[in-house]
Structures are given as C-alpha cells and as structure tokens.
C-alpha cells in the first residue's frame, strides 16, 4: 500500500496469541501499537467460550475502567447467553450479570473476581480503562 | 355525521404502515452522561453498534478537541483478525481513504477530521464503536462545514 498520512493511527488485527490465554479464552490481539497516537486510553478484549475466573484477586486502579459484557450475536442485543459473577466493593458483593452489561469502575473502587459461572453462548468482554498502563493494586 | 355526497372524495391521511426498512445497525452496550449521572459521572462516554447491513453512517465529518478512538472488533473469533465485512473511512480534510477487513482501532488525536464511515460489506455481524474522552459524544465536536467560517 502506498503511503499514506493517516494510516499510523490506525491499529490492526493481528494473529499473534497471546500467552496468557485459559480454556475458554481467546484474547485477540492488535499490531504492535506503538503508542496509540499519544492516546492515552485504551480497550482490549476477549471472547470468553466456556466457563472461566478472570481478574482472580480483588484490586483496584487508579484510573477508571468499564468491564463491558456483549453478545457474539449483535443481531439480539438484549441476550447474553451466560452469567456472570461479579465482586464489587471491599466487601465483595456479588452481583450476576446475565444481559449485555457494562459495569462502570471509578478509580480506587476494589472489584474482582469476574466469575463466568455459565456460557451457554460465547461472550465478548470488553476492558476499556483511561491509562495508557494497566497497573493492579491489591485490595 | 350524516352521509354525504361528496365526503368520499376527501381523503385524510391514512392510516398506513410506515415503510418496512432494513435493519442496517442496532444499539448495544453504552456509557453516556445521562446512564451515568447517578454515579457521579465520567469525562469520557463510548458505545458498541451492531453493524448488520451495509450502510453509510450519518456523521458528517467533524474532529473532536479531545482523544477519541474508534474501534472495530469482530464477532467470529476462529477467524480472527477478519472483521466479517468492509468498511471505509475517510480521514484527515482530504478524506483519505482507508481500507477496514480486520479487527482495527483508530486512534484520533484532537483535530483530526473523520467521517463519513461507509459500512460496504457486513458477511457477519460486527461491532463498530467510540470512545470519547467527553462526558457526551458530540459535546466536543466541530462539523466540518464549520471548519472553514
């Protein structure tokens, strides 16, 4: 292709596996990002197919995160398919998500683990957080 | 009110079915201002549209003052990084084309021009969003026909 002035902002799909997947997850990389255009958040995601327990030990950030939980079927927006156990708070109060959800995460809010009890259809989990870093801080 | 003679040819607006459309795109997950107030708010709103059919989006082309990044993902995981479909986006004040048939994120520094995005060939379902660094989309943004004034 030739050069172009626009096309460094765009990050593409790469086949690259990443080597911290589980049974049941597919994190589904980008090209070497570089630095995101000087961008300072970022998204990434997952496609959970079976049951699994993400983010294991209750933490917070200090940035906000949105944990967002989609269907593979955009075509019925209002199934999810699966169910999904969710610690939020020092207190860890469970909460069960089991329509396509977004869960808002303030900065220093504890939360974890993402439980994925059921998966009856496959899952798009989605992690949007506003750092540039991923940094965990233990509860 | 009593038969007339001529009402008939009077002929009020009927009452018709609207035009069945095809479905081209349908709403999904979102964070804007107004689904988060109880909570205090976020600087920052996003949304996930389910990309059906092909279409045109209606955004004129506009830049932000602010980041924003948008992001296509694909539904059929076994065939990553294929995106299911077509799309093409202009960007910059030339509309320099590009060309999406992957998984993509495009990240927009404050200023860059964008749009129209044009979804040419959806084979599969996918996911197109935003994620603005804005308490609501729009909020920060310039259509590019008042670039110029």
């Not at chain 1, 995460?105 to 899952?123: L, T, Y």
């Not at chain 2, 059929?76 to 093409?88: F, I, R, V």
């Amino acid at each position: 292709m030739a050069e172009t002035k626009y096309g460094k902002h765009i990050l593409r799909g790469a086949r690259k596996e990443t080597g911290t997947d589980k049974p049941g997850v597919k994190t589904r990389t980008l090209e070497e990002p570089e630095d995101w255009s000087g961008i300072h958040h970022r998204l990434n995601w997952k496609y959970i197919t079976q049951p699994v327990i993400l983010g294991e030990e209750p933490h917070s950030h200090d940035f906000d995160e949105f944990l967002c939980f989609t269907t593979l079927n955009p075509a019925e927006p209002k199934v999810l398919g699966a169910e999904i156990e969710l610690s939020l708070g020092k207190e860890e109060e469970k909460h069960i998500i089991n329509t396509p959800s977004v869960v808002c995460i303030p900065k220093g809010m504890v939360h974890s683990p993402v439980n994925f009890k059921k998966v009856d259809k496959p899952v798009l989990f989605c992690n949007i957080y506003l750092s540039p870093e991923y940094v965990r801080k233990p509860a | 009110m009593a038969e007339s003679k001529y009402g008939k040819y009077i002929k009020s607006l009927p009452e018709v079915a609207a035009p069945p459309r095809r479905t081209t795109s349908l709403p999904n997950i979102t964070v804007h201002e107004s689904t988060v107030a109880d909570i205090g708010g976020f600087d920052f709103n996003f949304n996930f549209v389910g990309i059906i059919a092909p279409h045109v989006l209606g955004d004129p082309p506009h830049k932000h003052d602010c980041d924003e990044i948008l992001f296509f993902i694909p539904t059929d995981p076994d065939n990553y990084p294929d995106l299911g479909g077509e799309a093409e986006i202009a960007l910059g004040e030339e509309w320099e084309k590009h060309t999406i048939t992957t998984a993509a994120v495009i990240c927009l520094p404050p200023g860059i021009q964008h749009a129209p995005i044009y979804m040419k060939r959806v084979d599969k379902p996918f996911y197109f969003g935003h994620m603005l660094l804005a308490a609501r989309y729009g909020s920060s943004a310039t259509p590019a026909s008042d670039l110029e004034q």
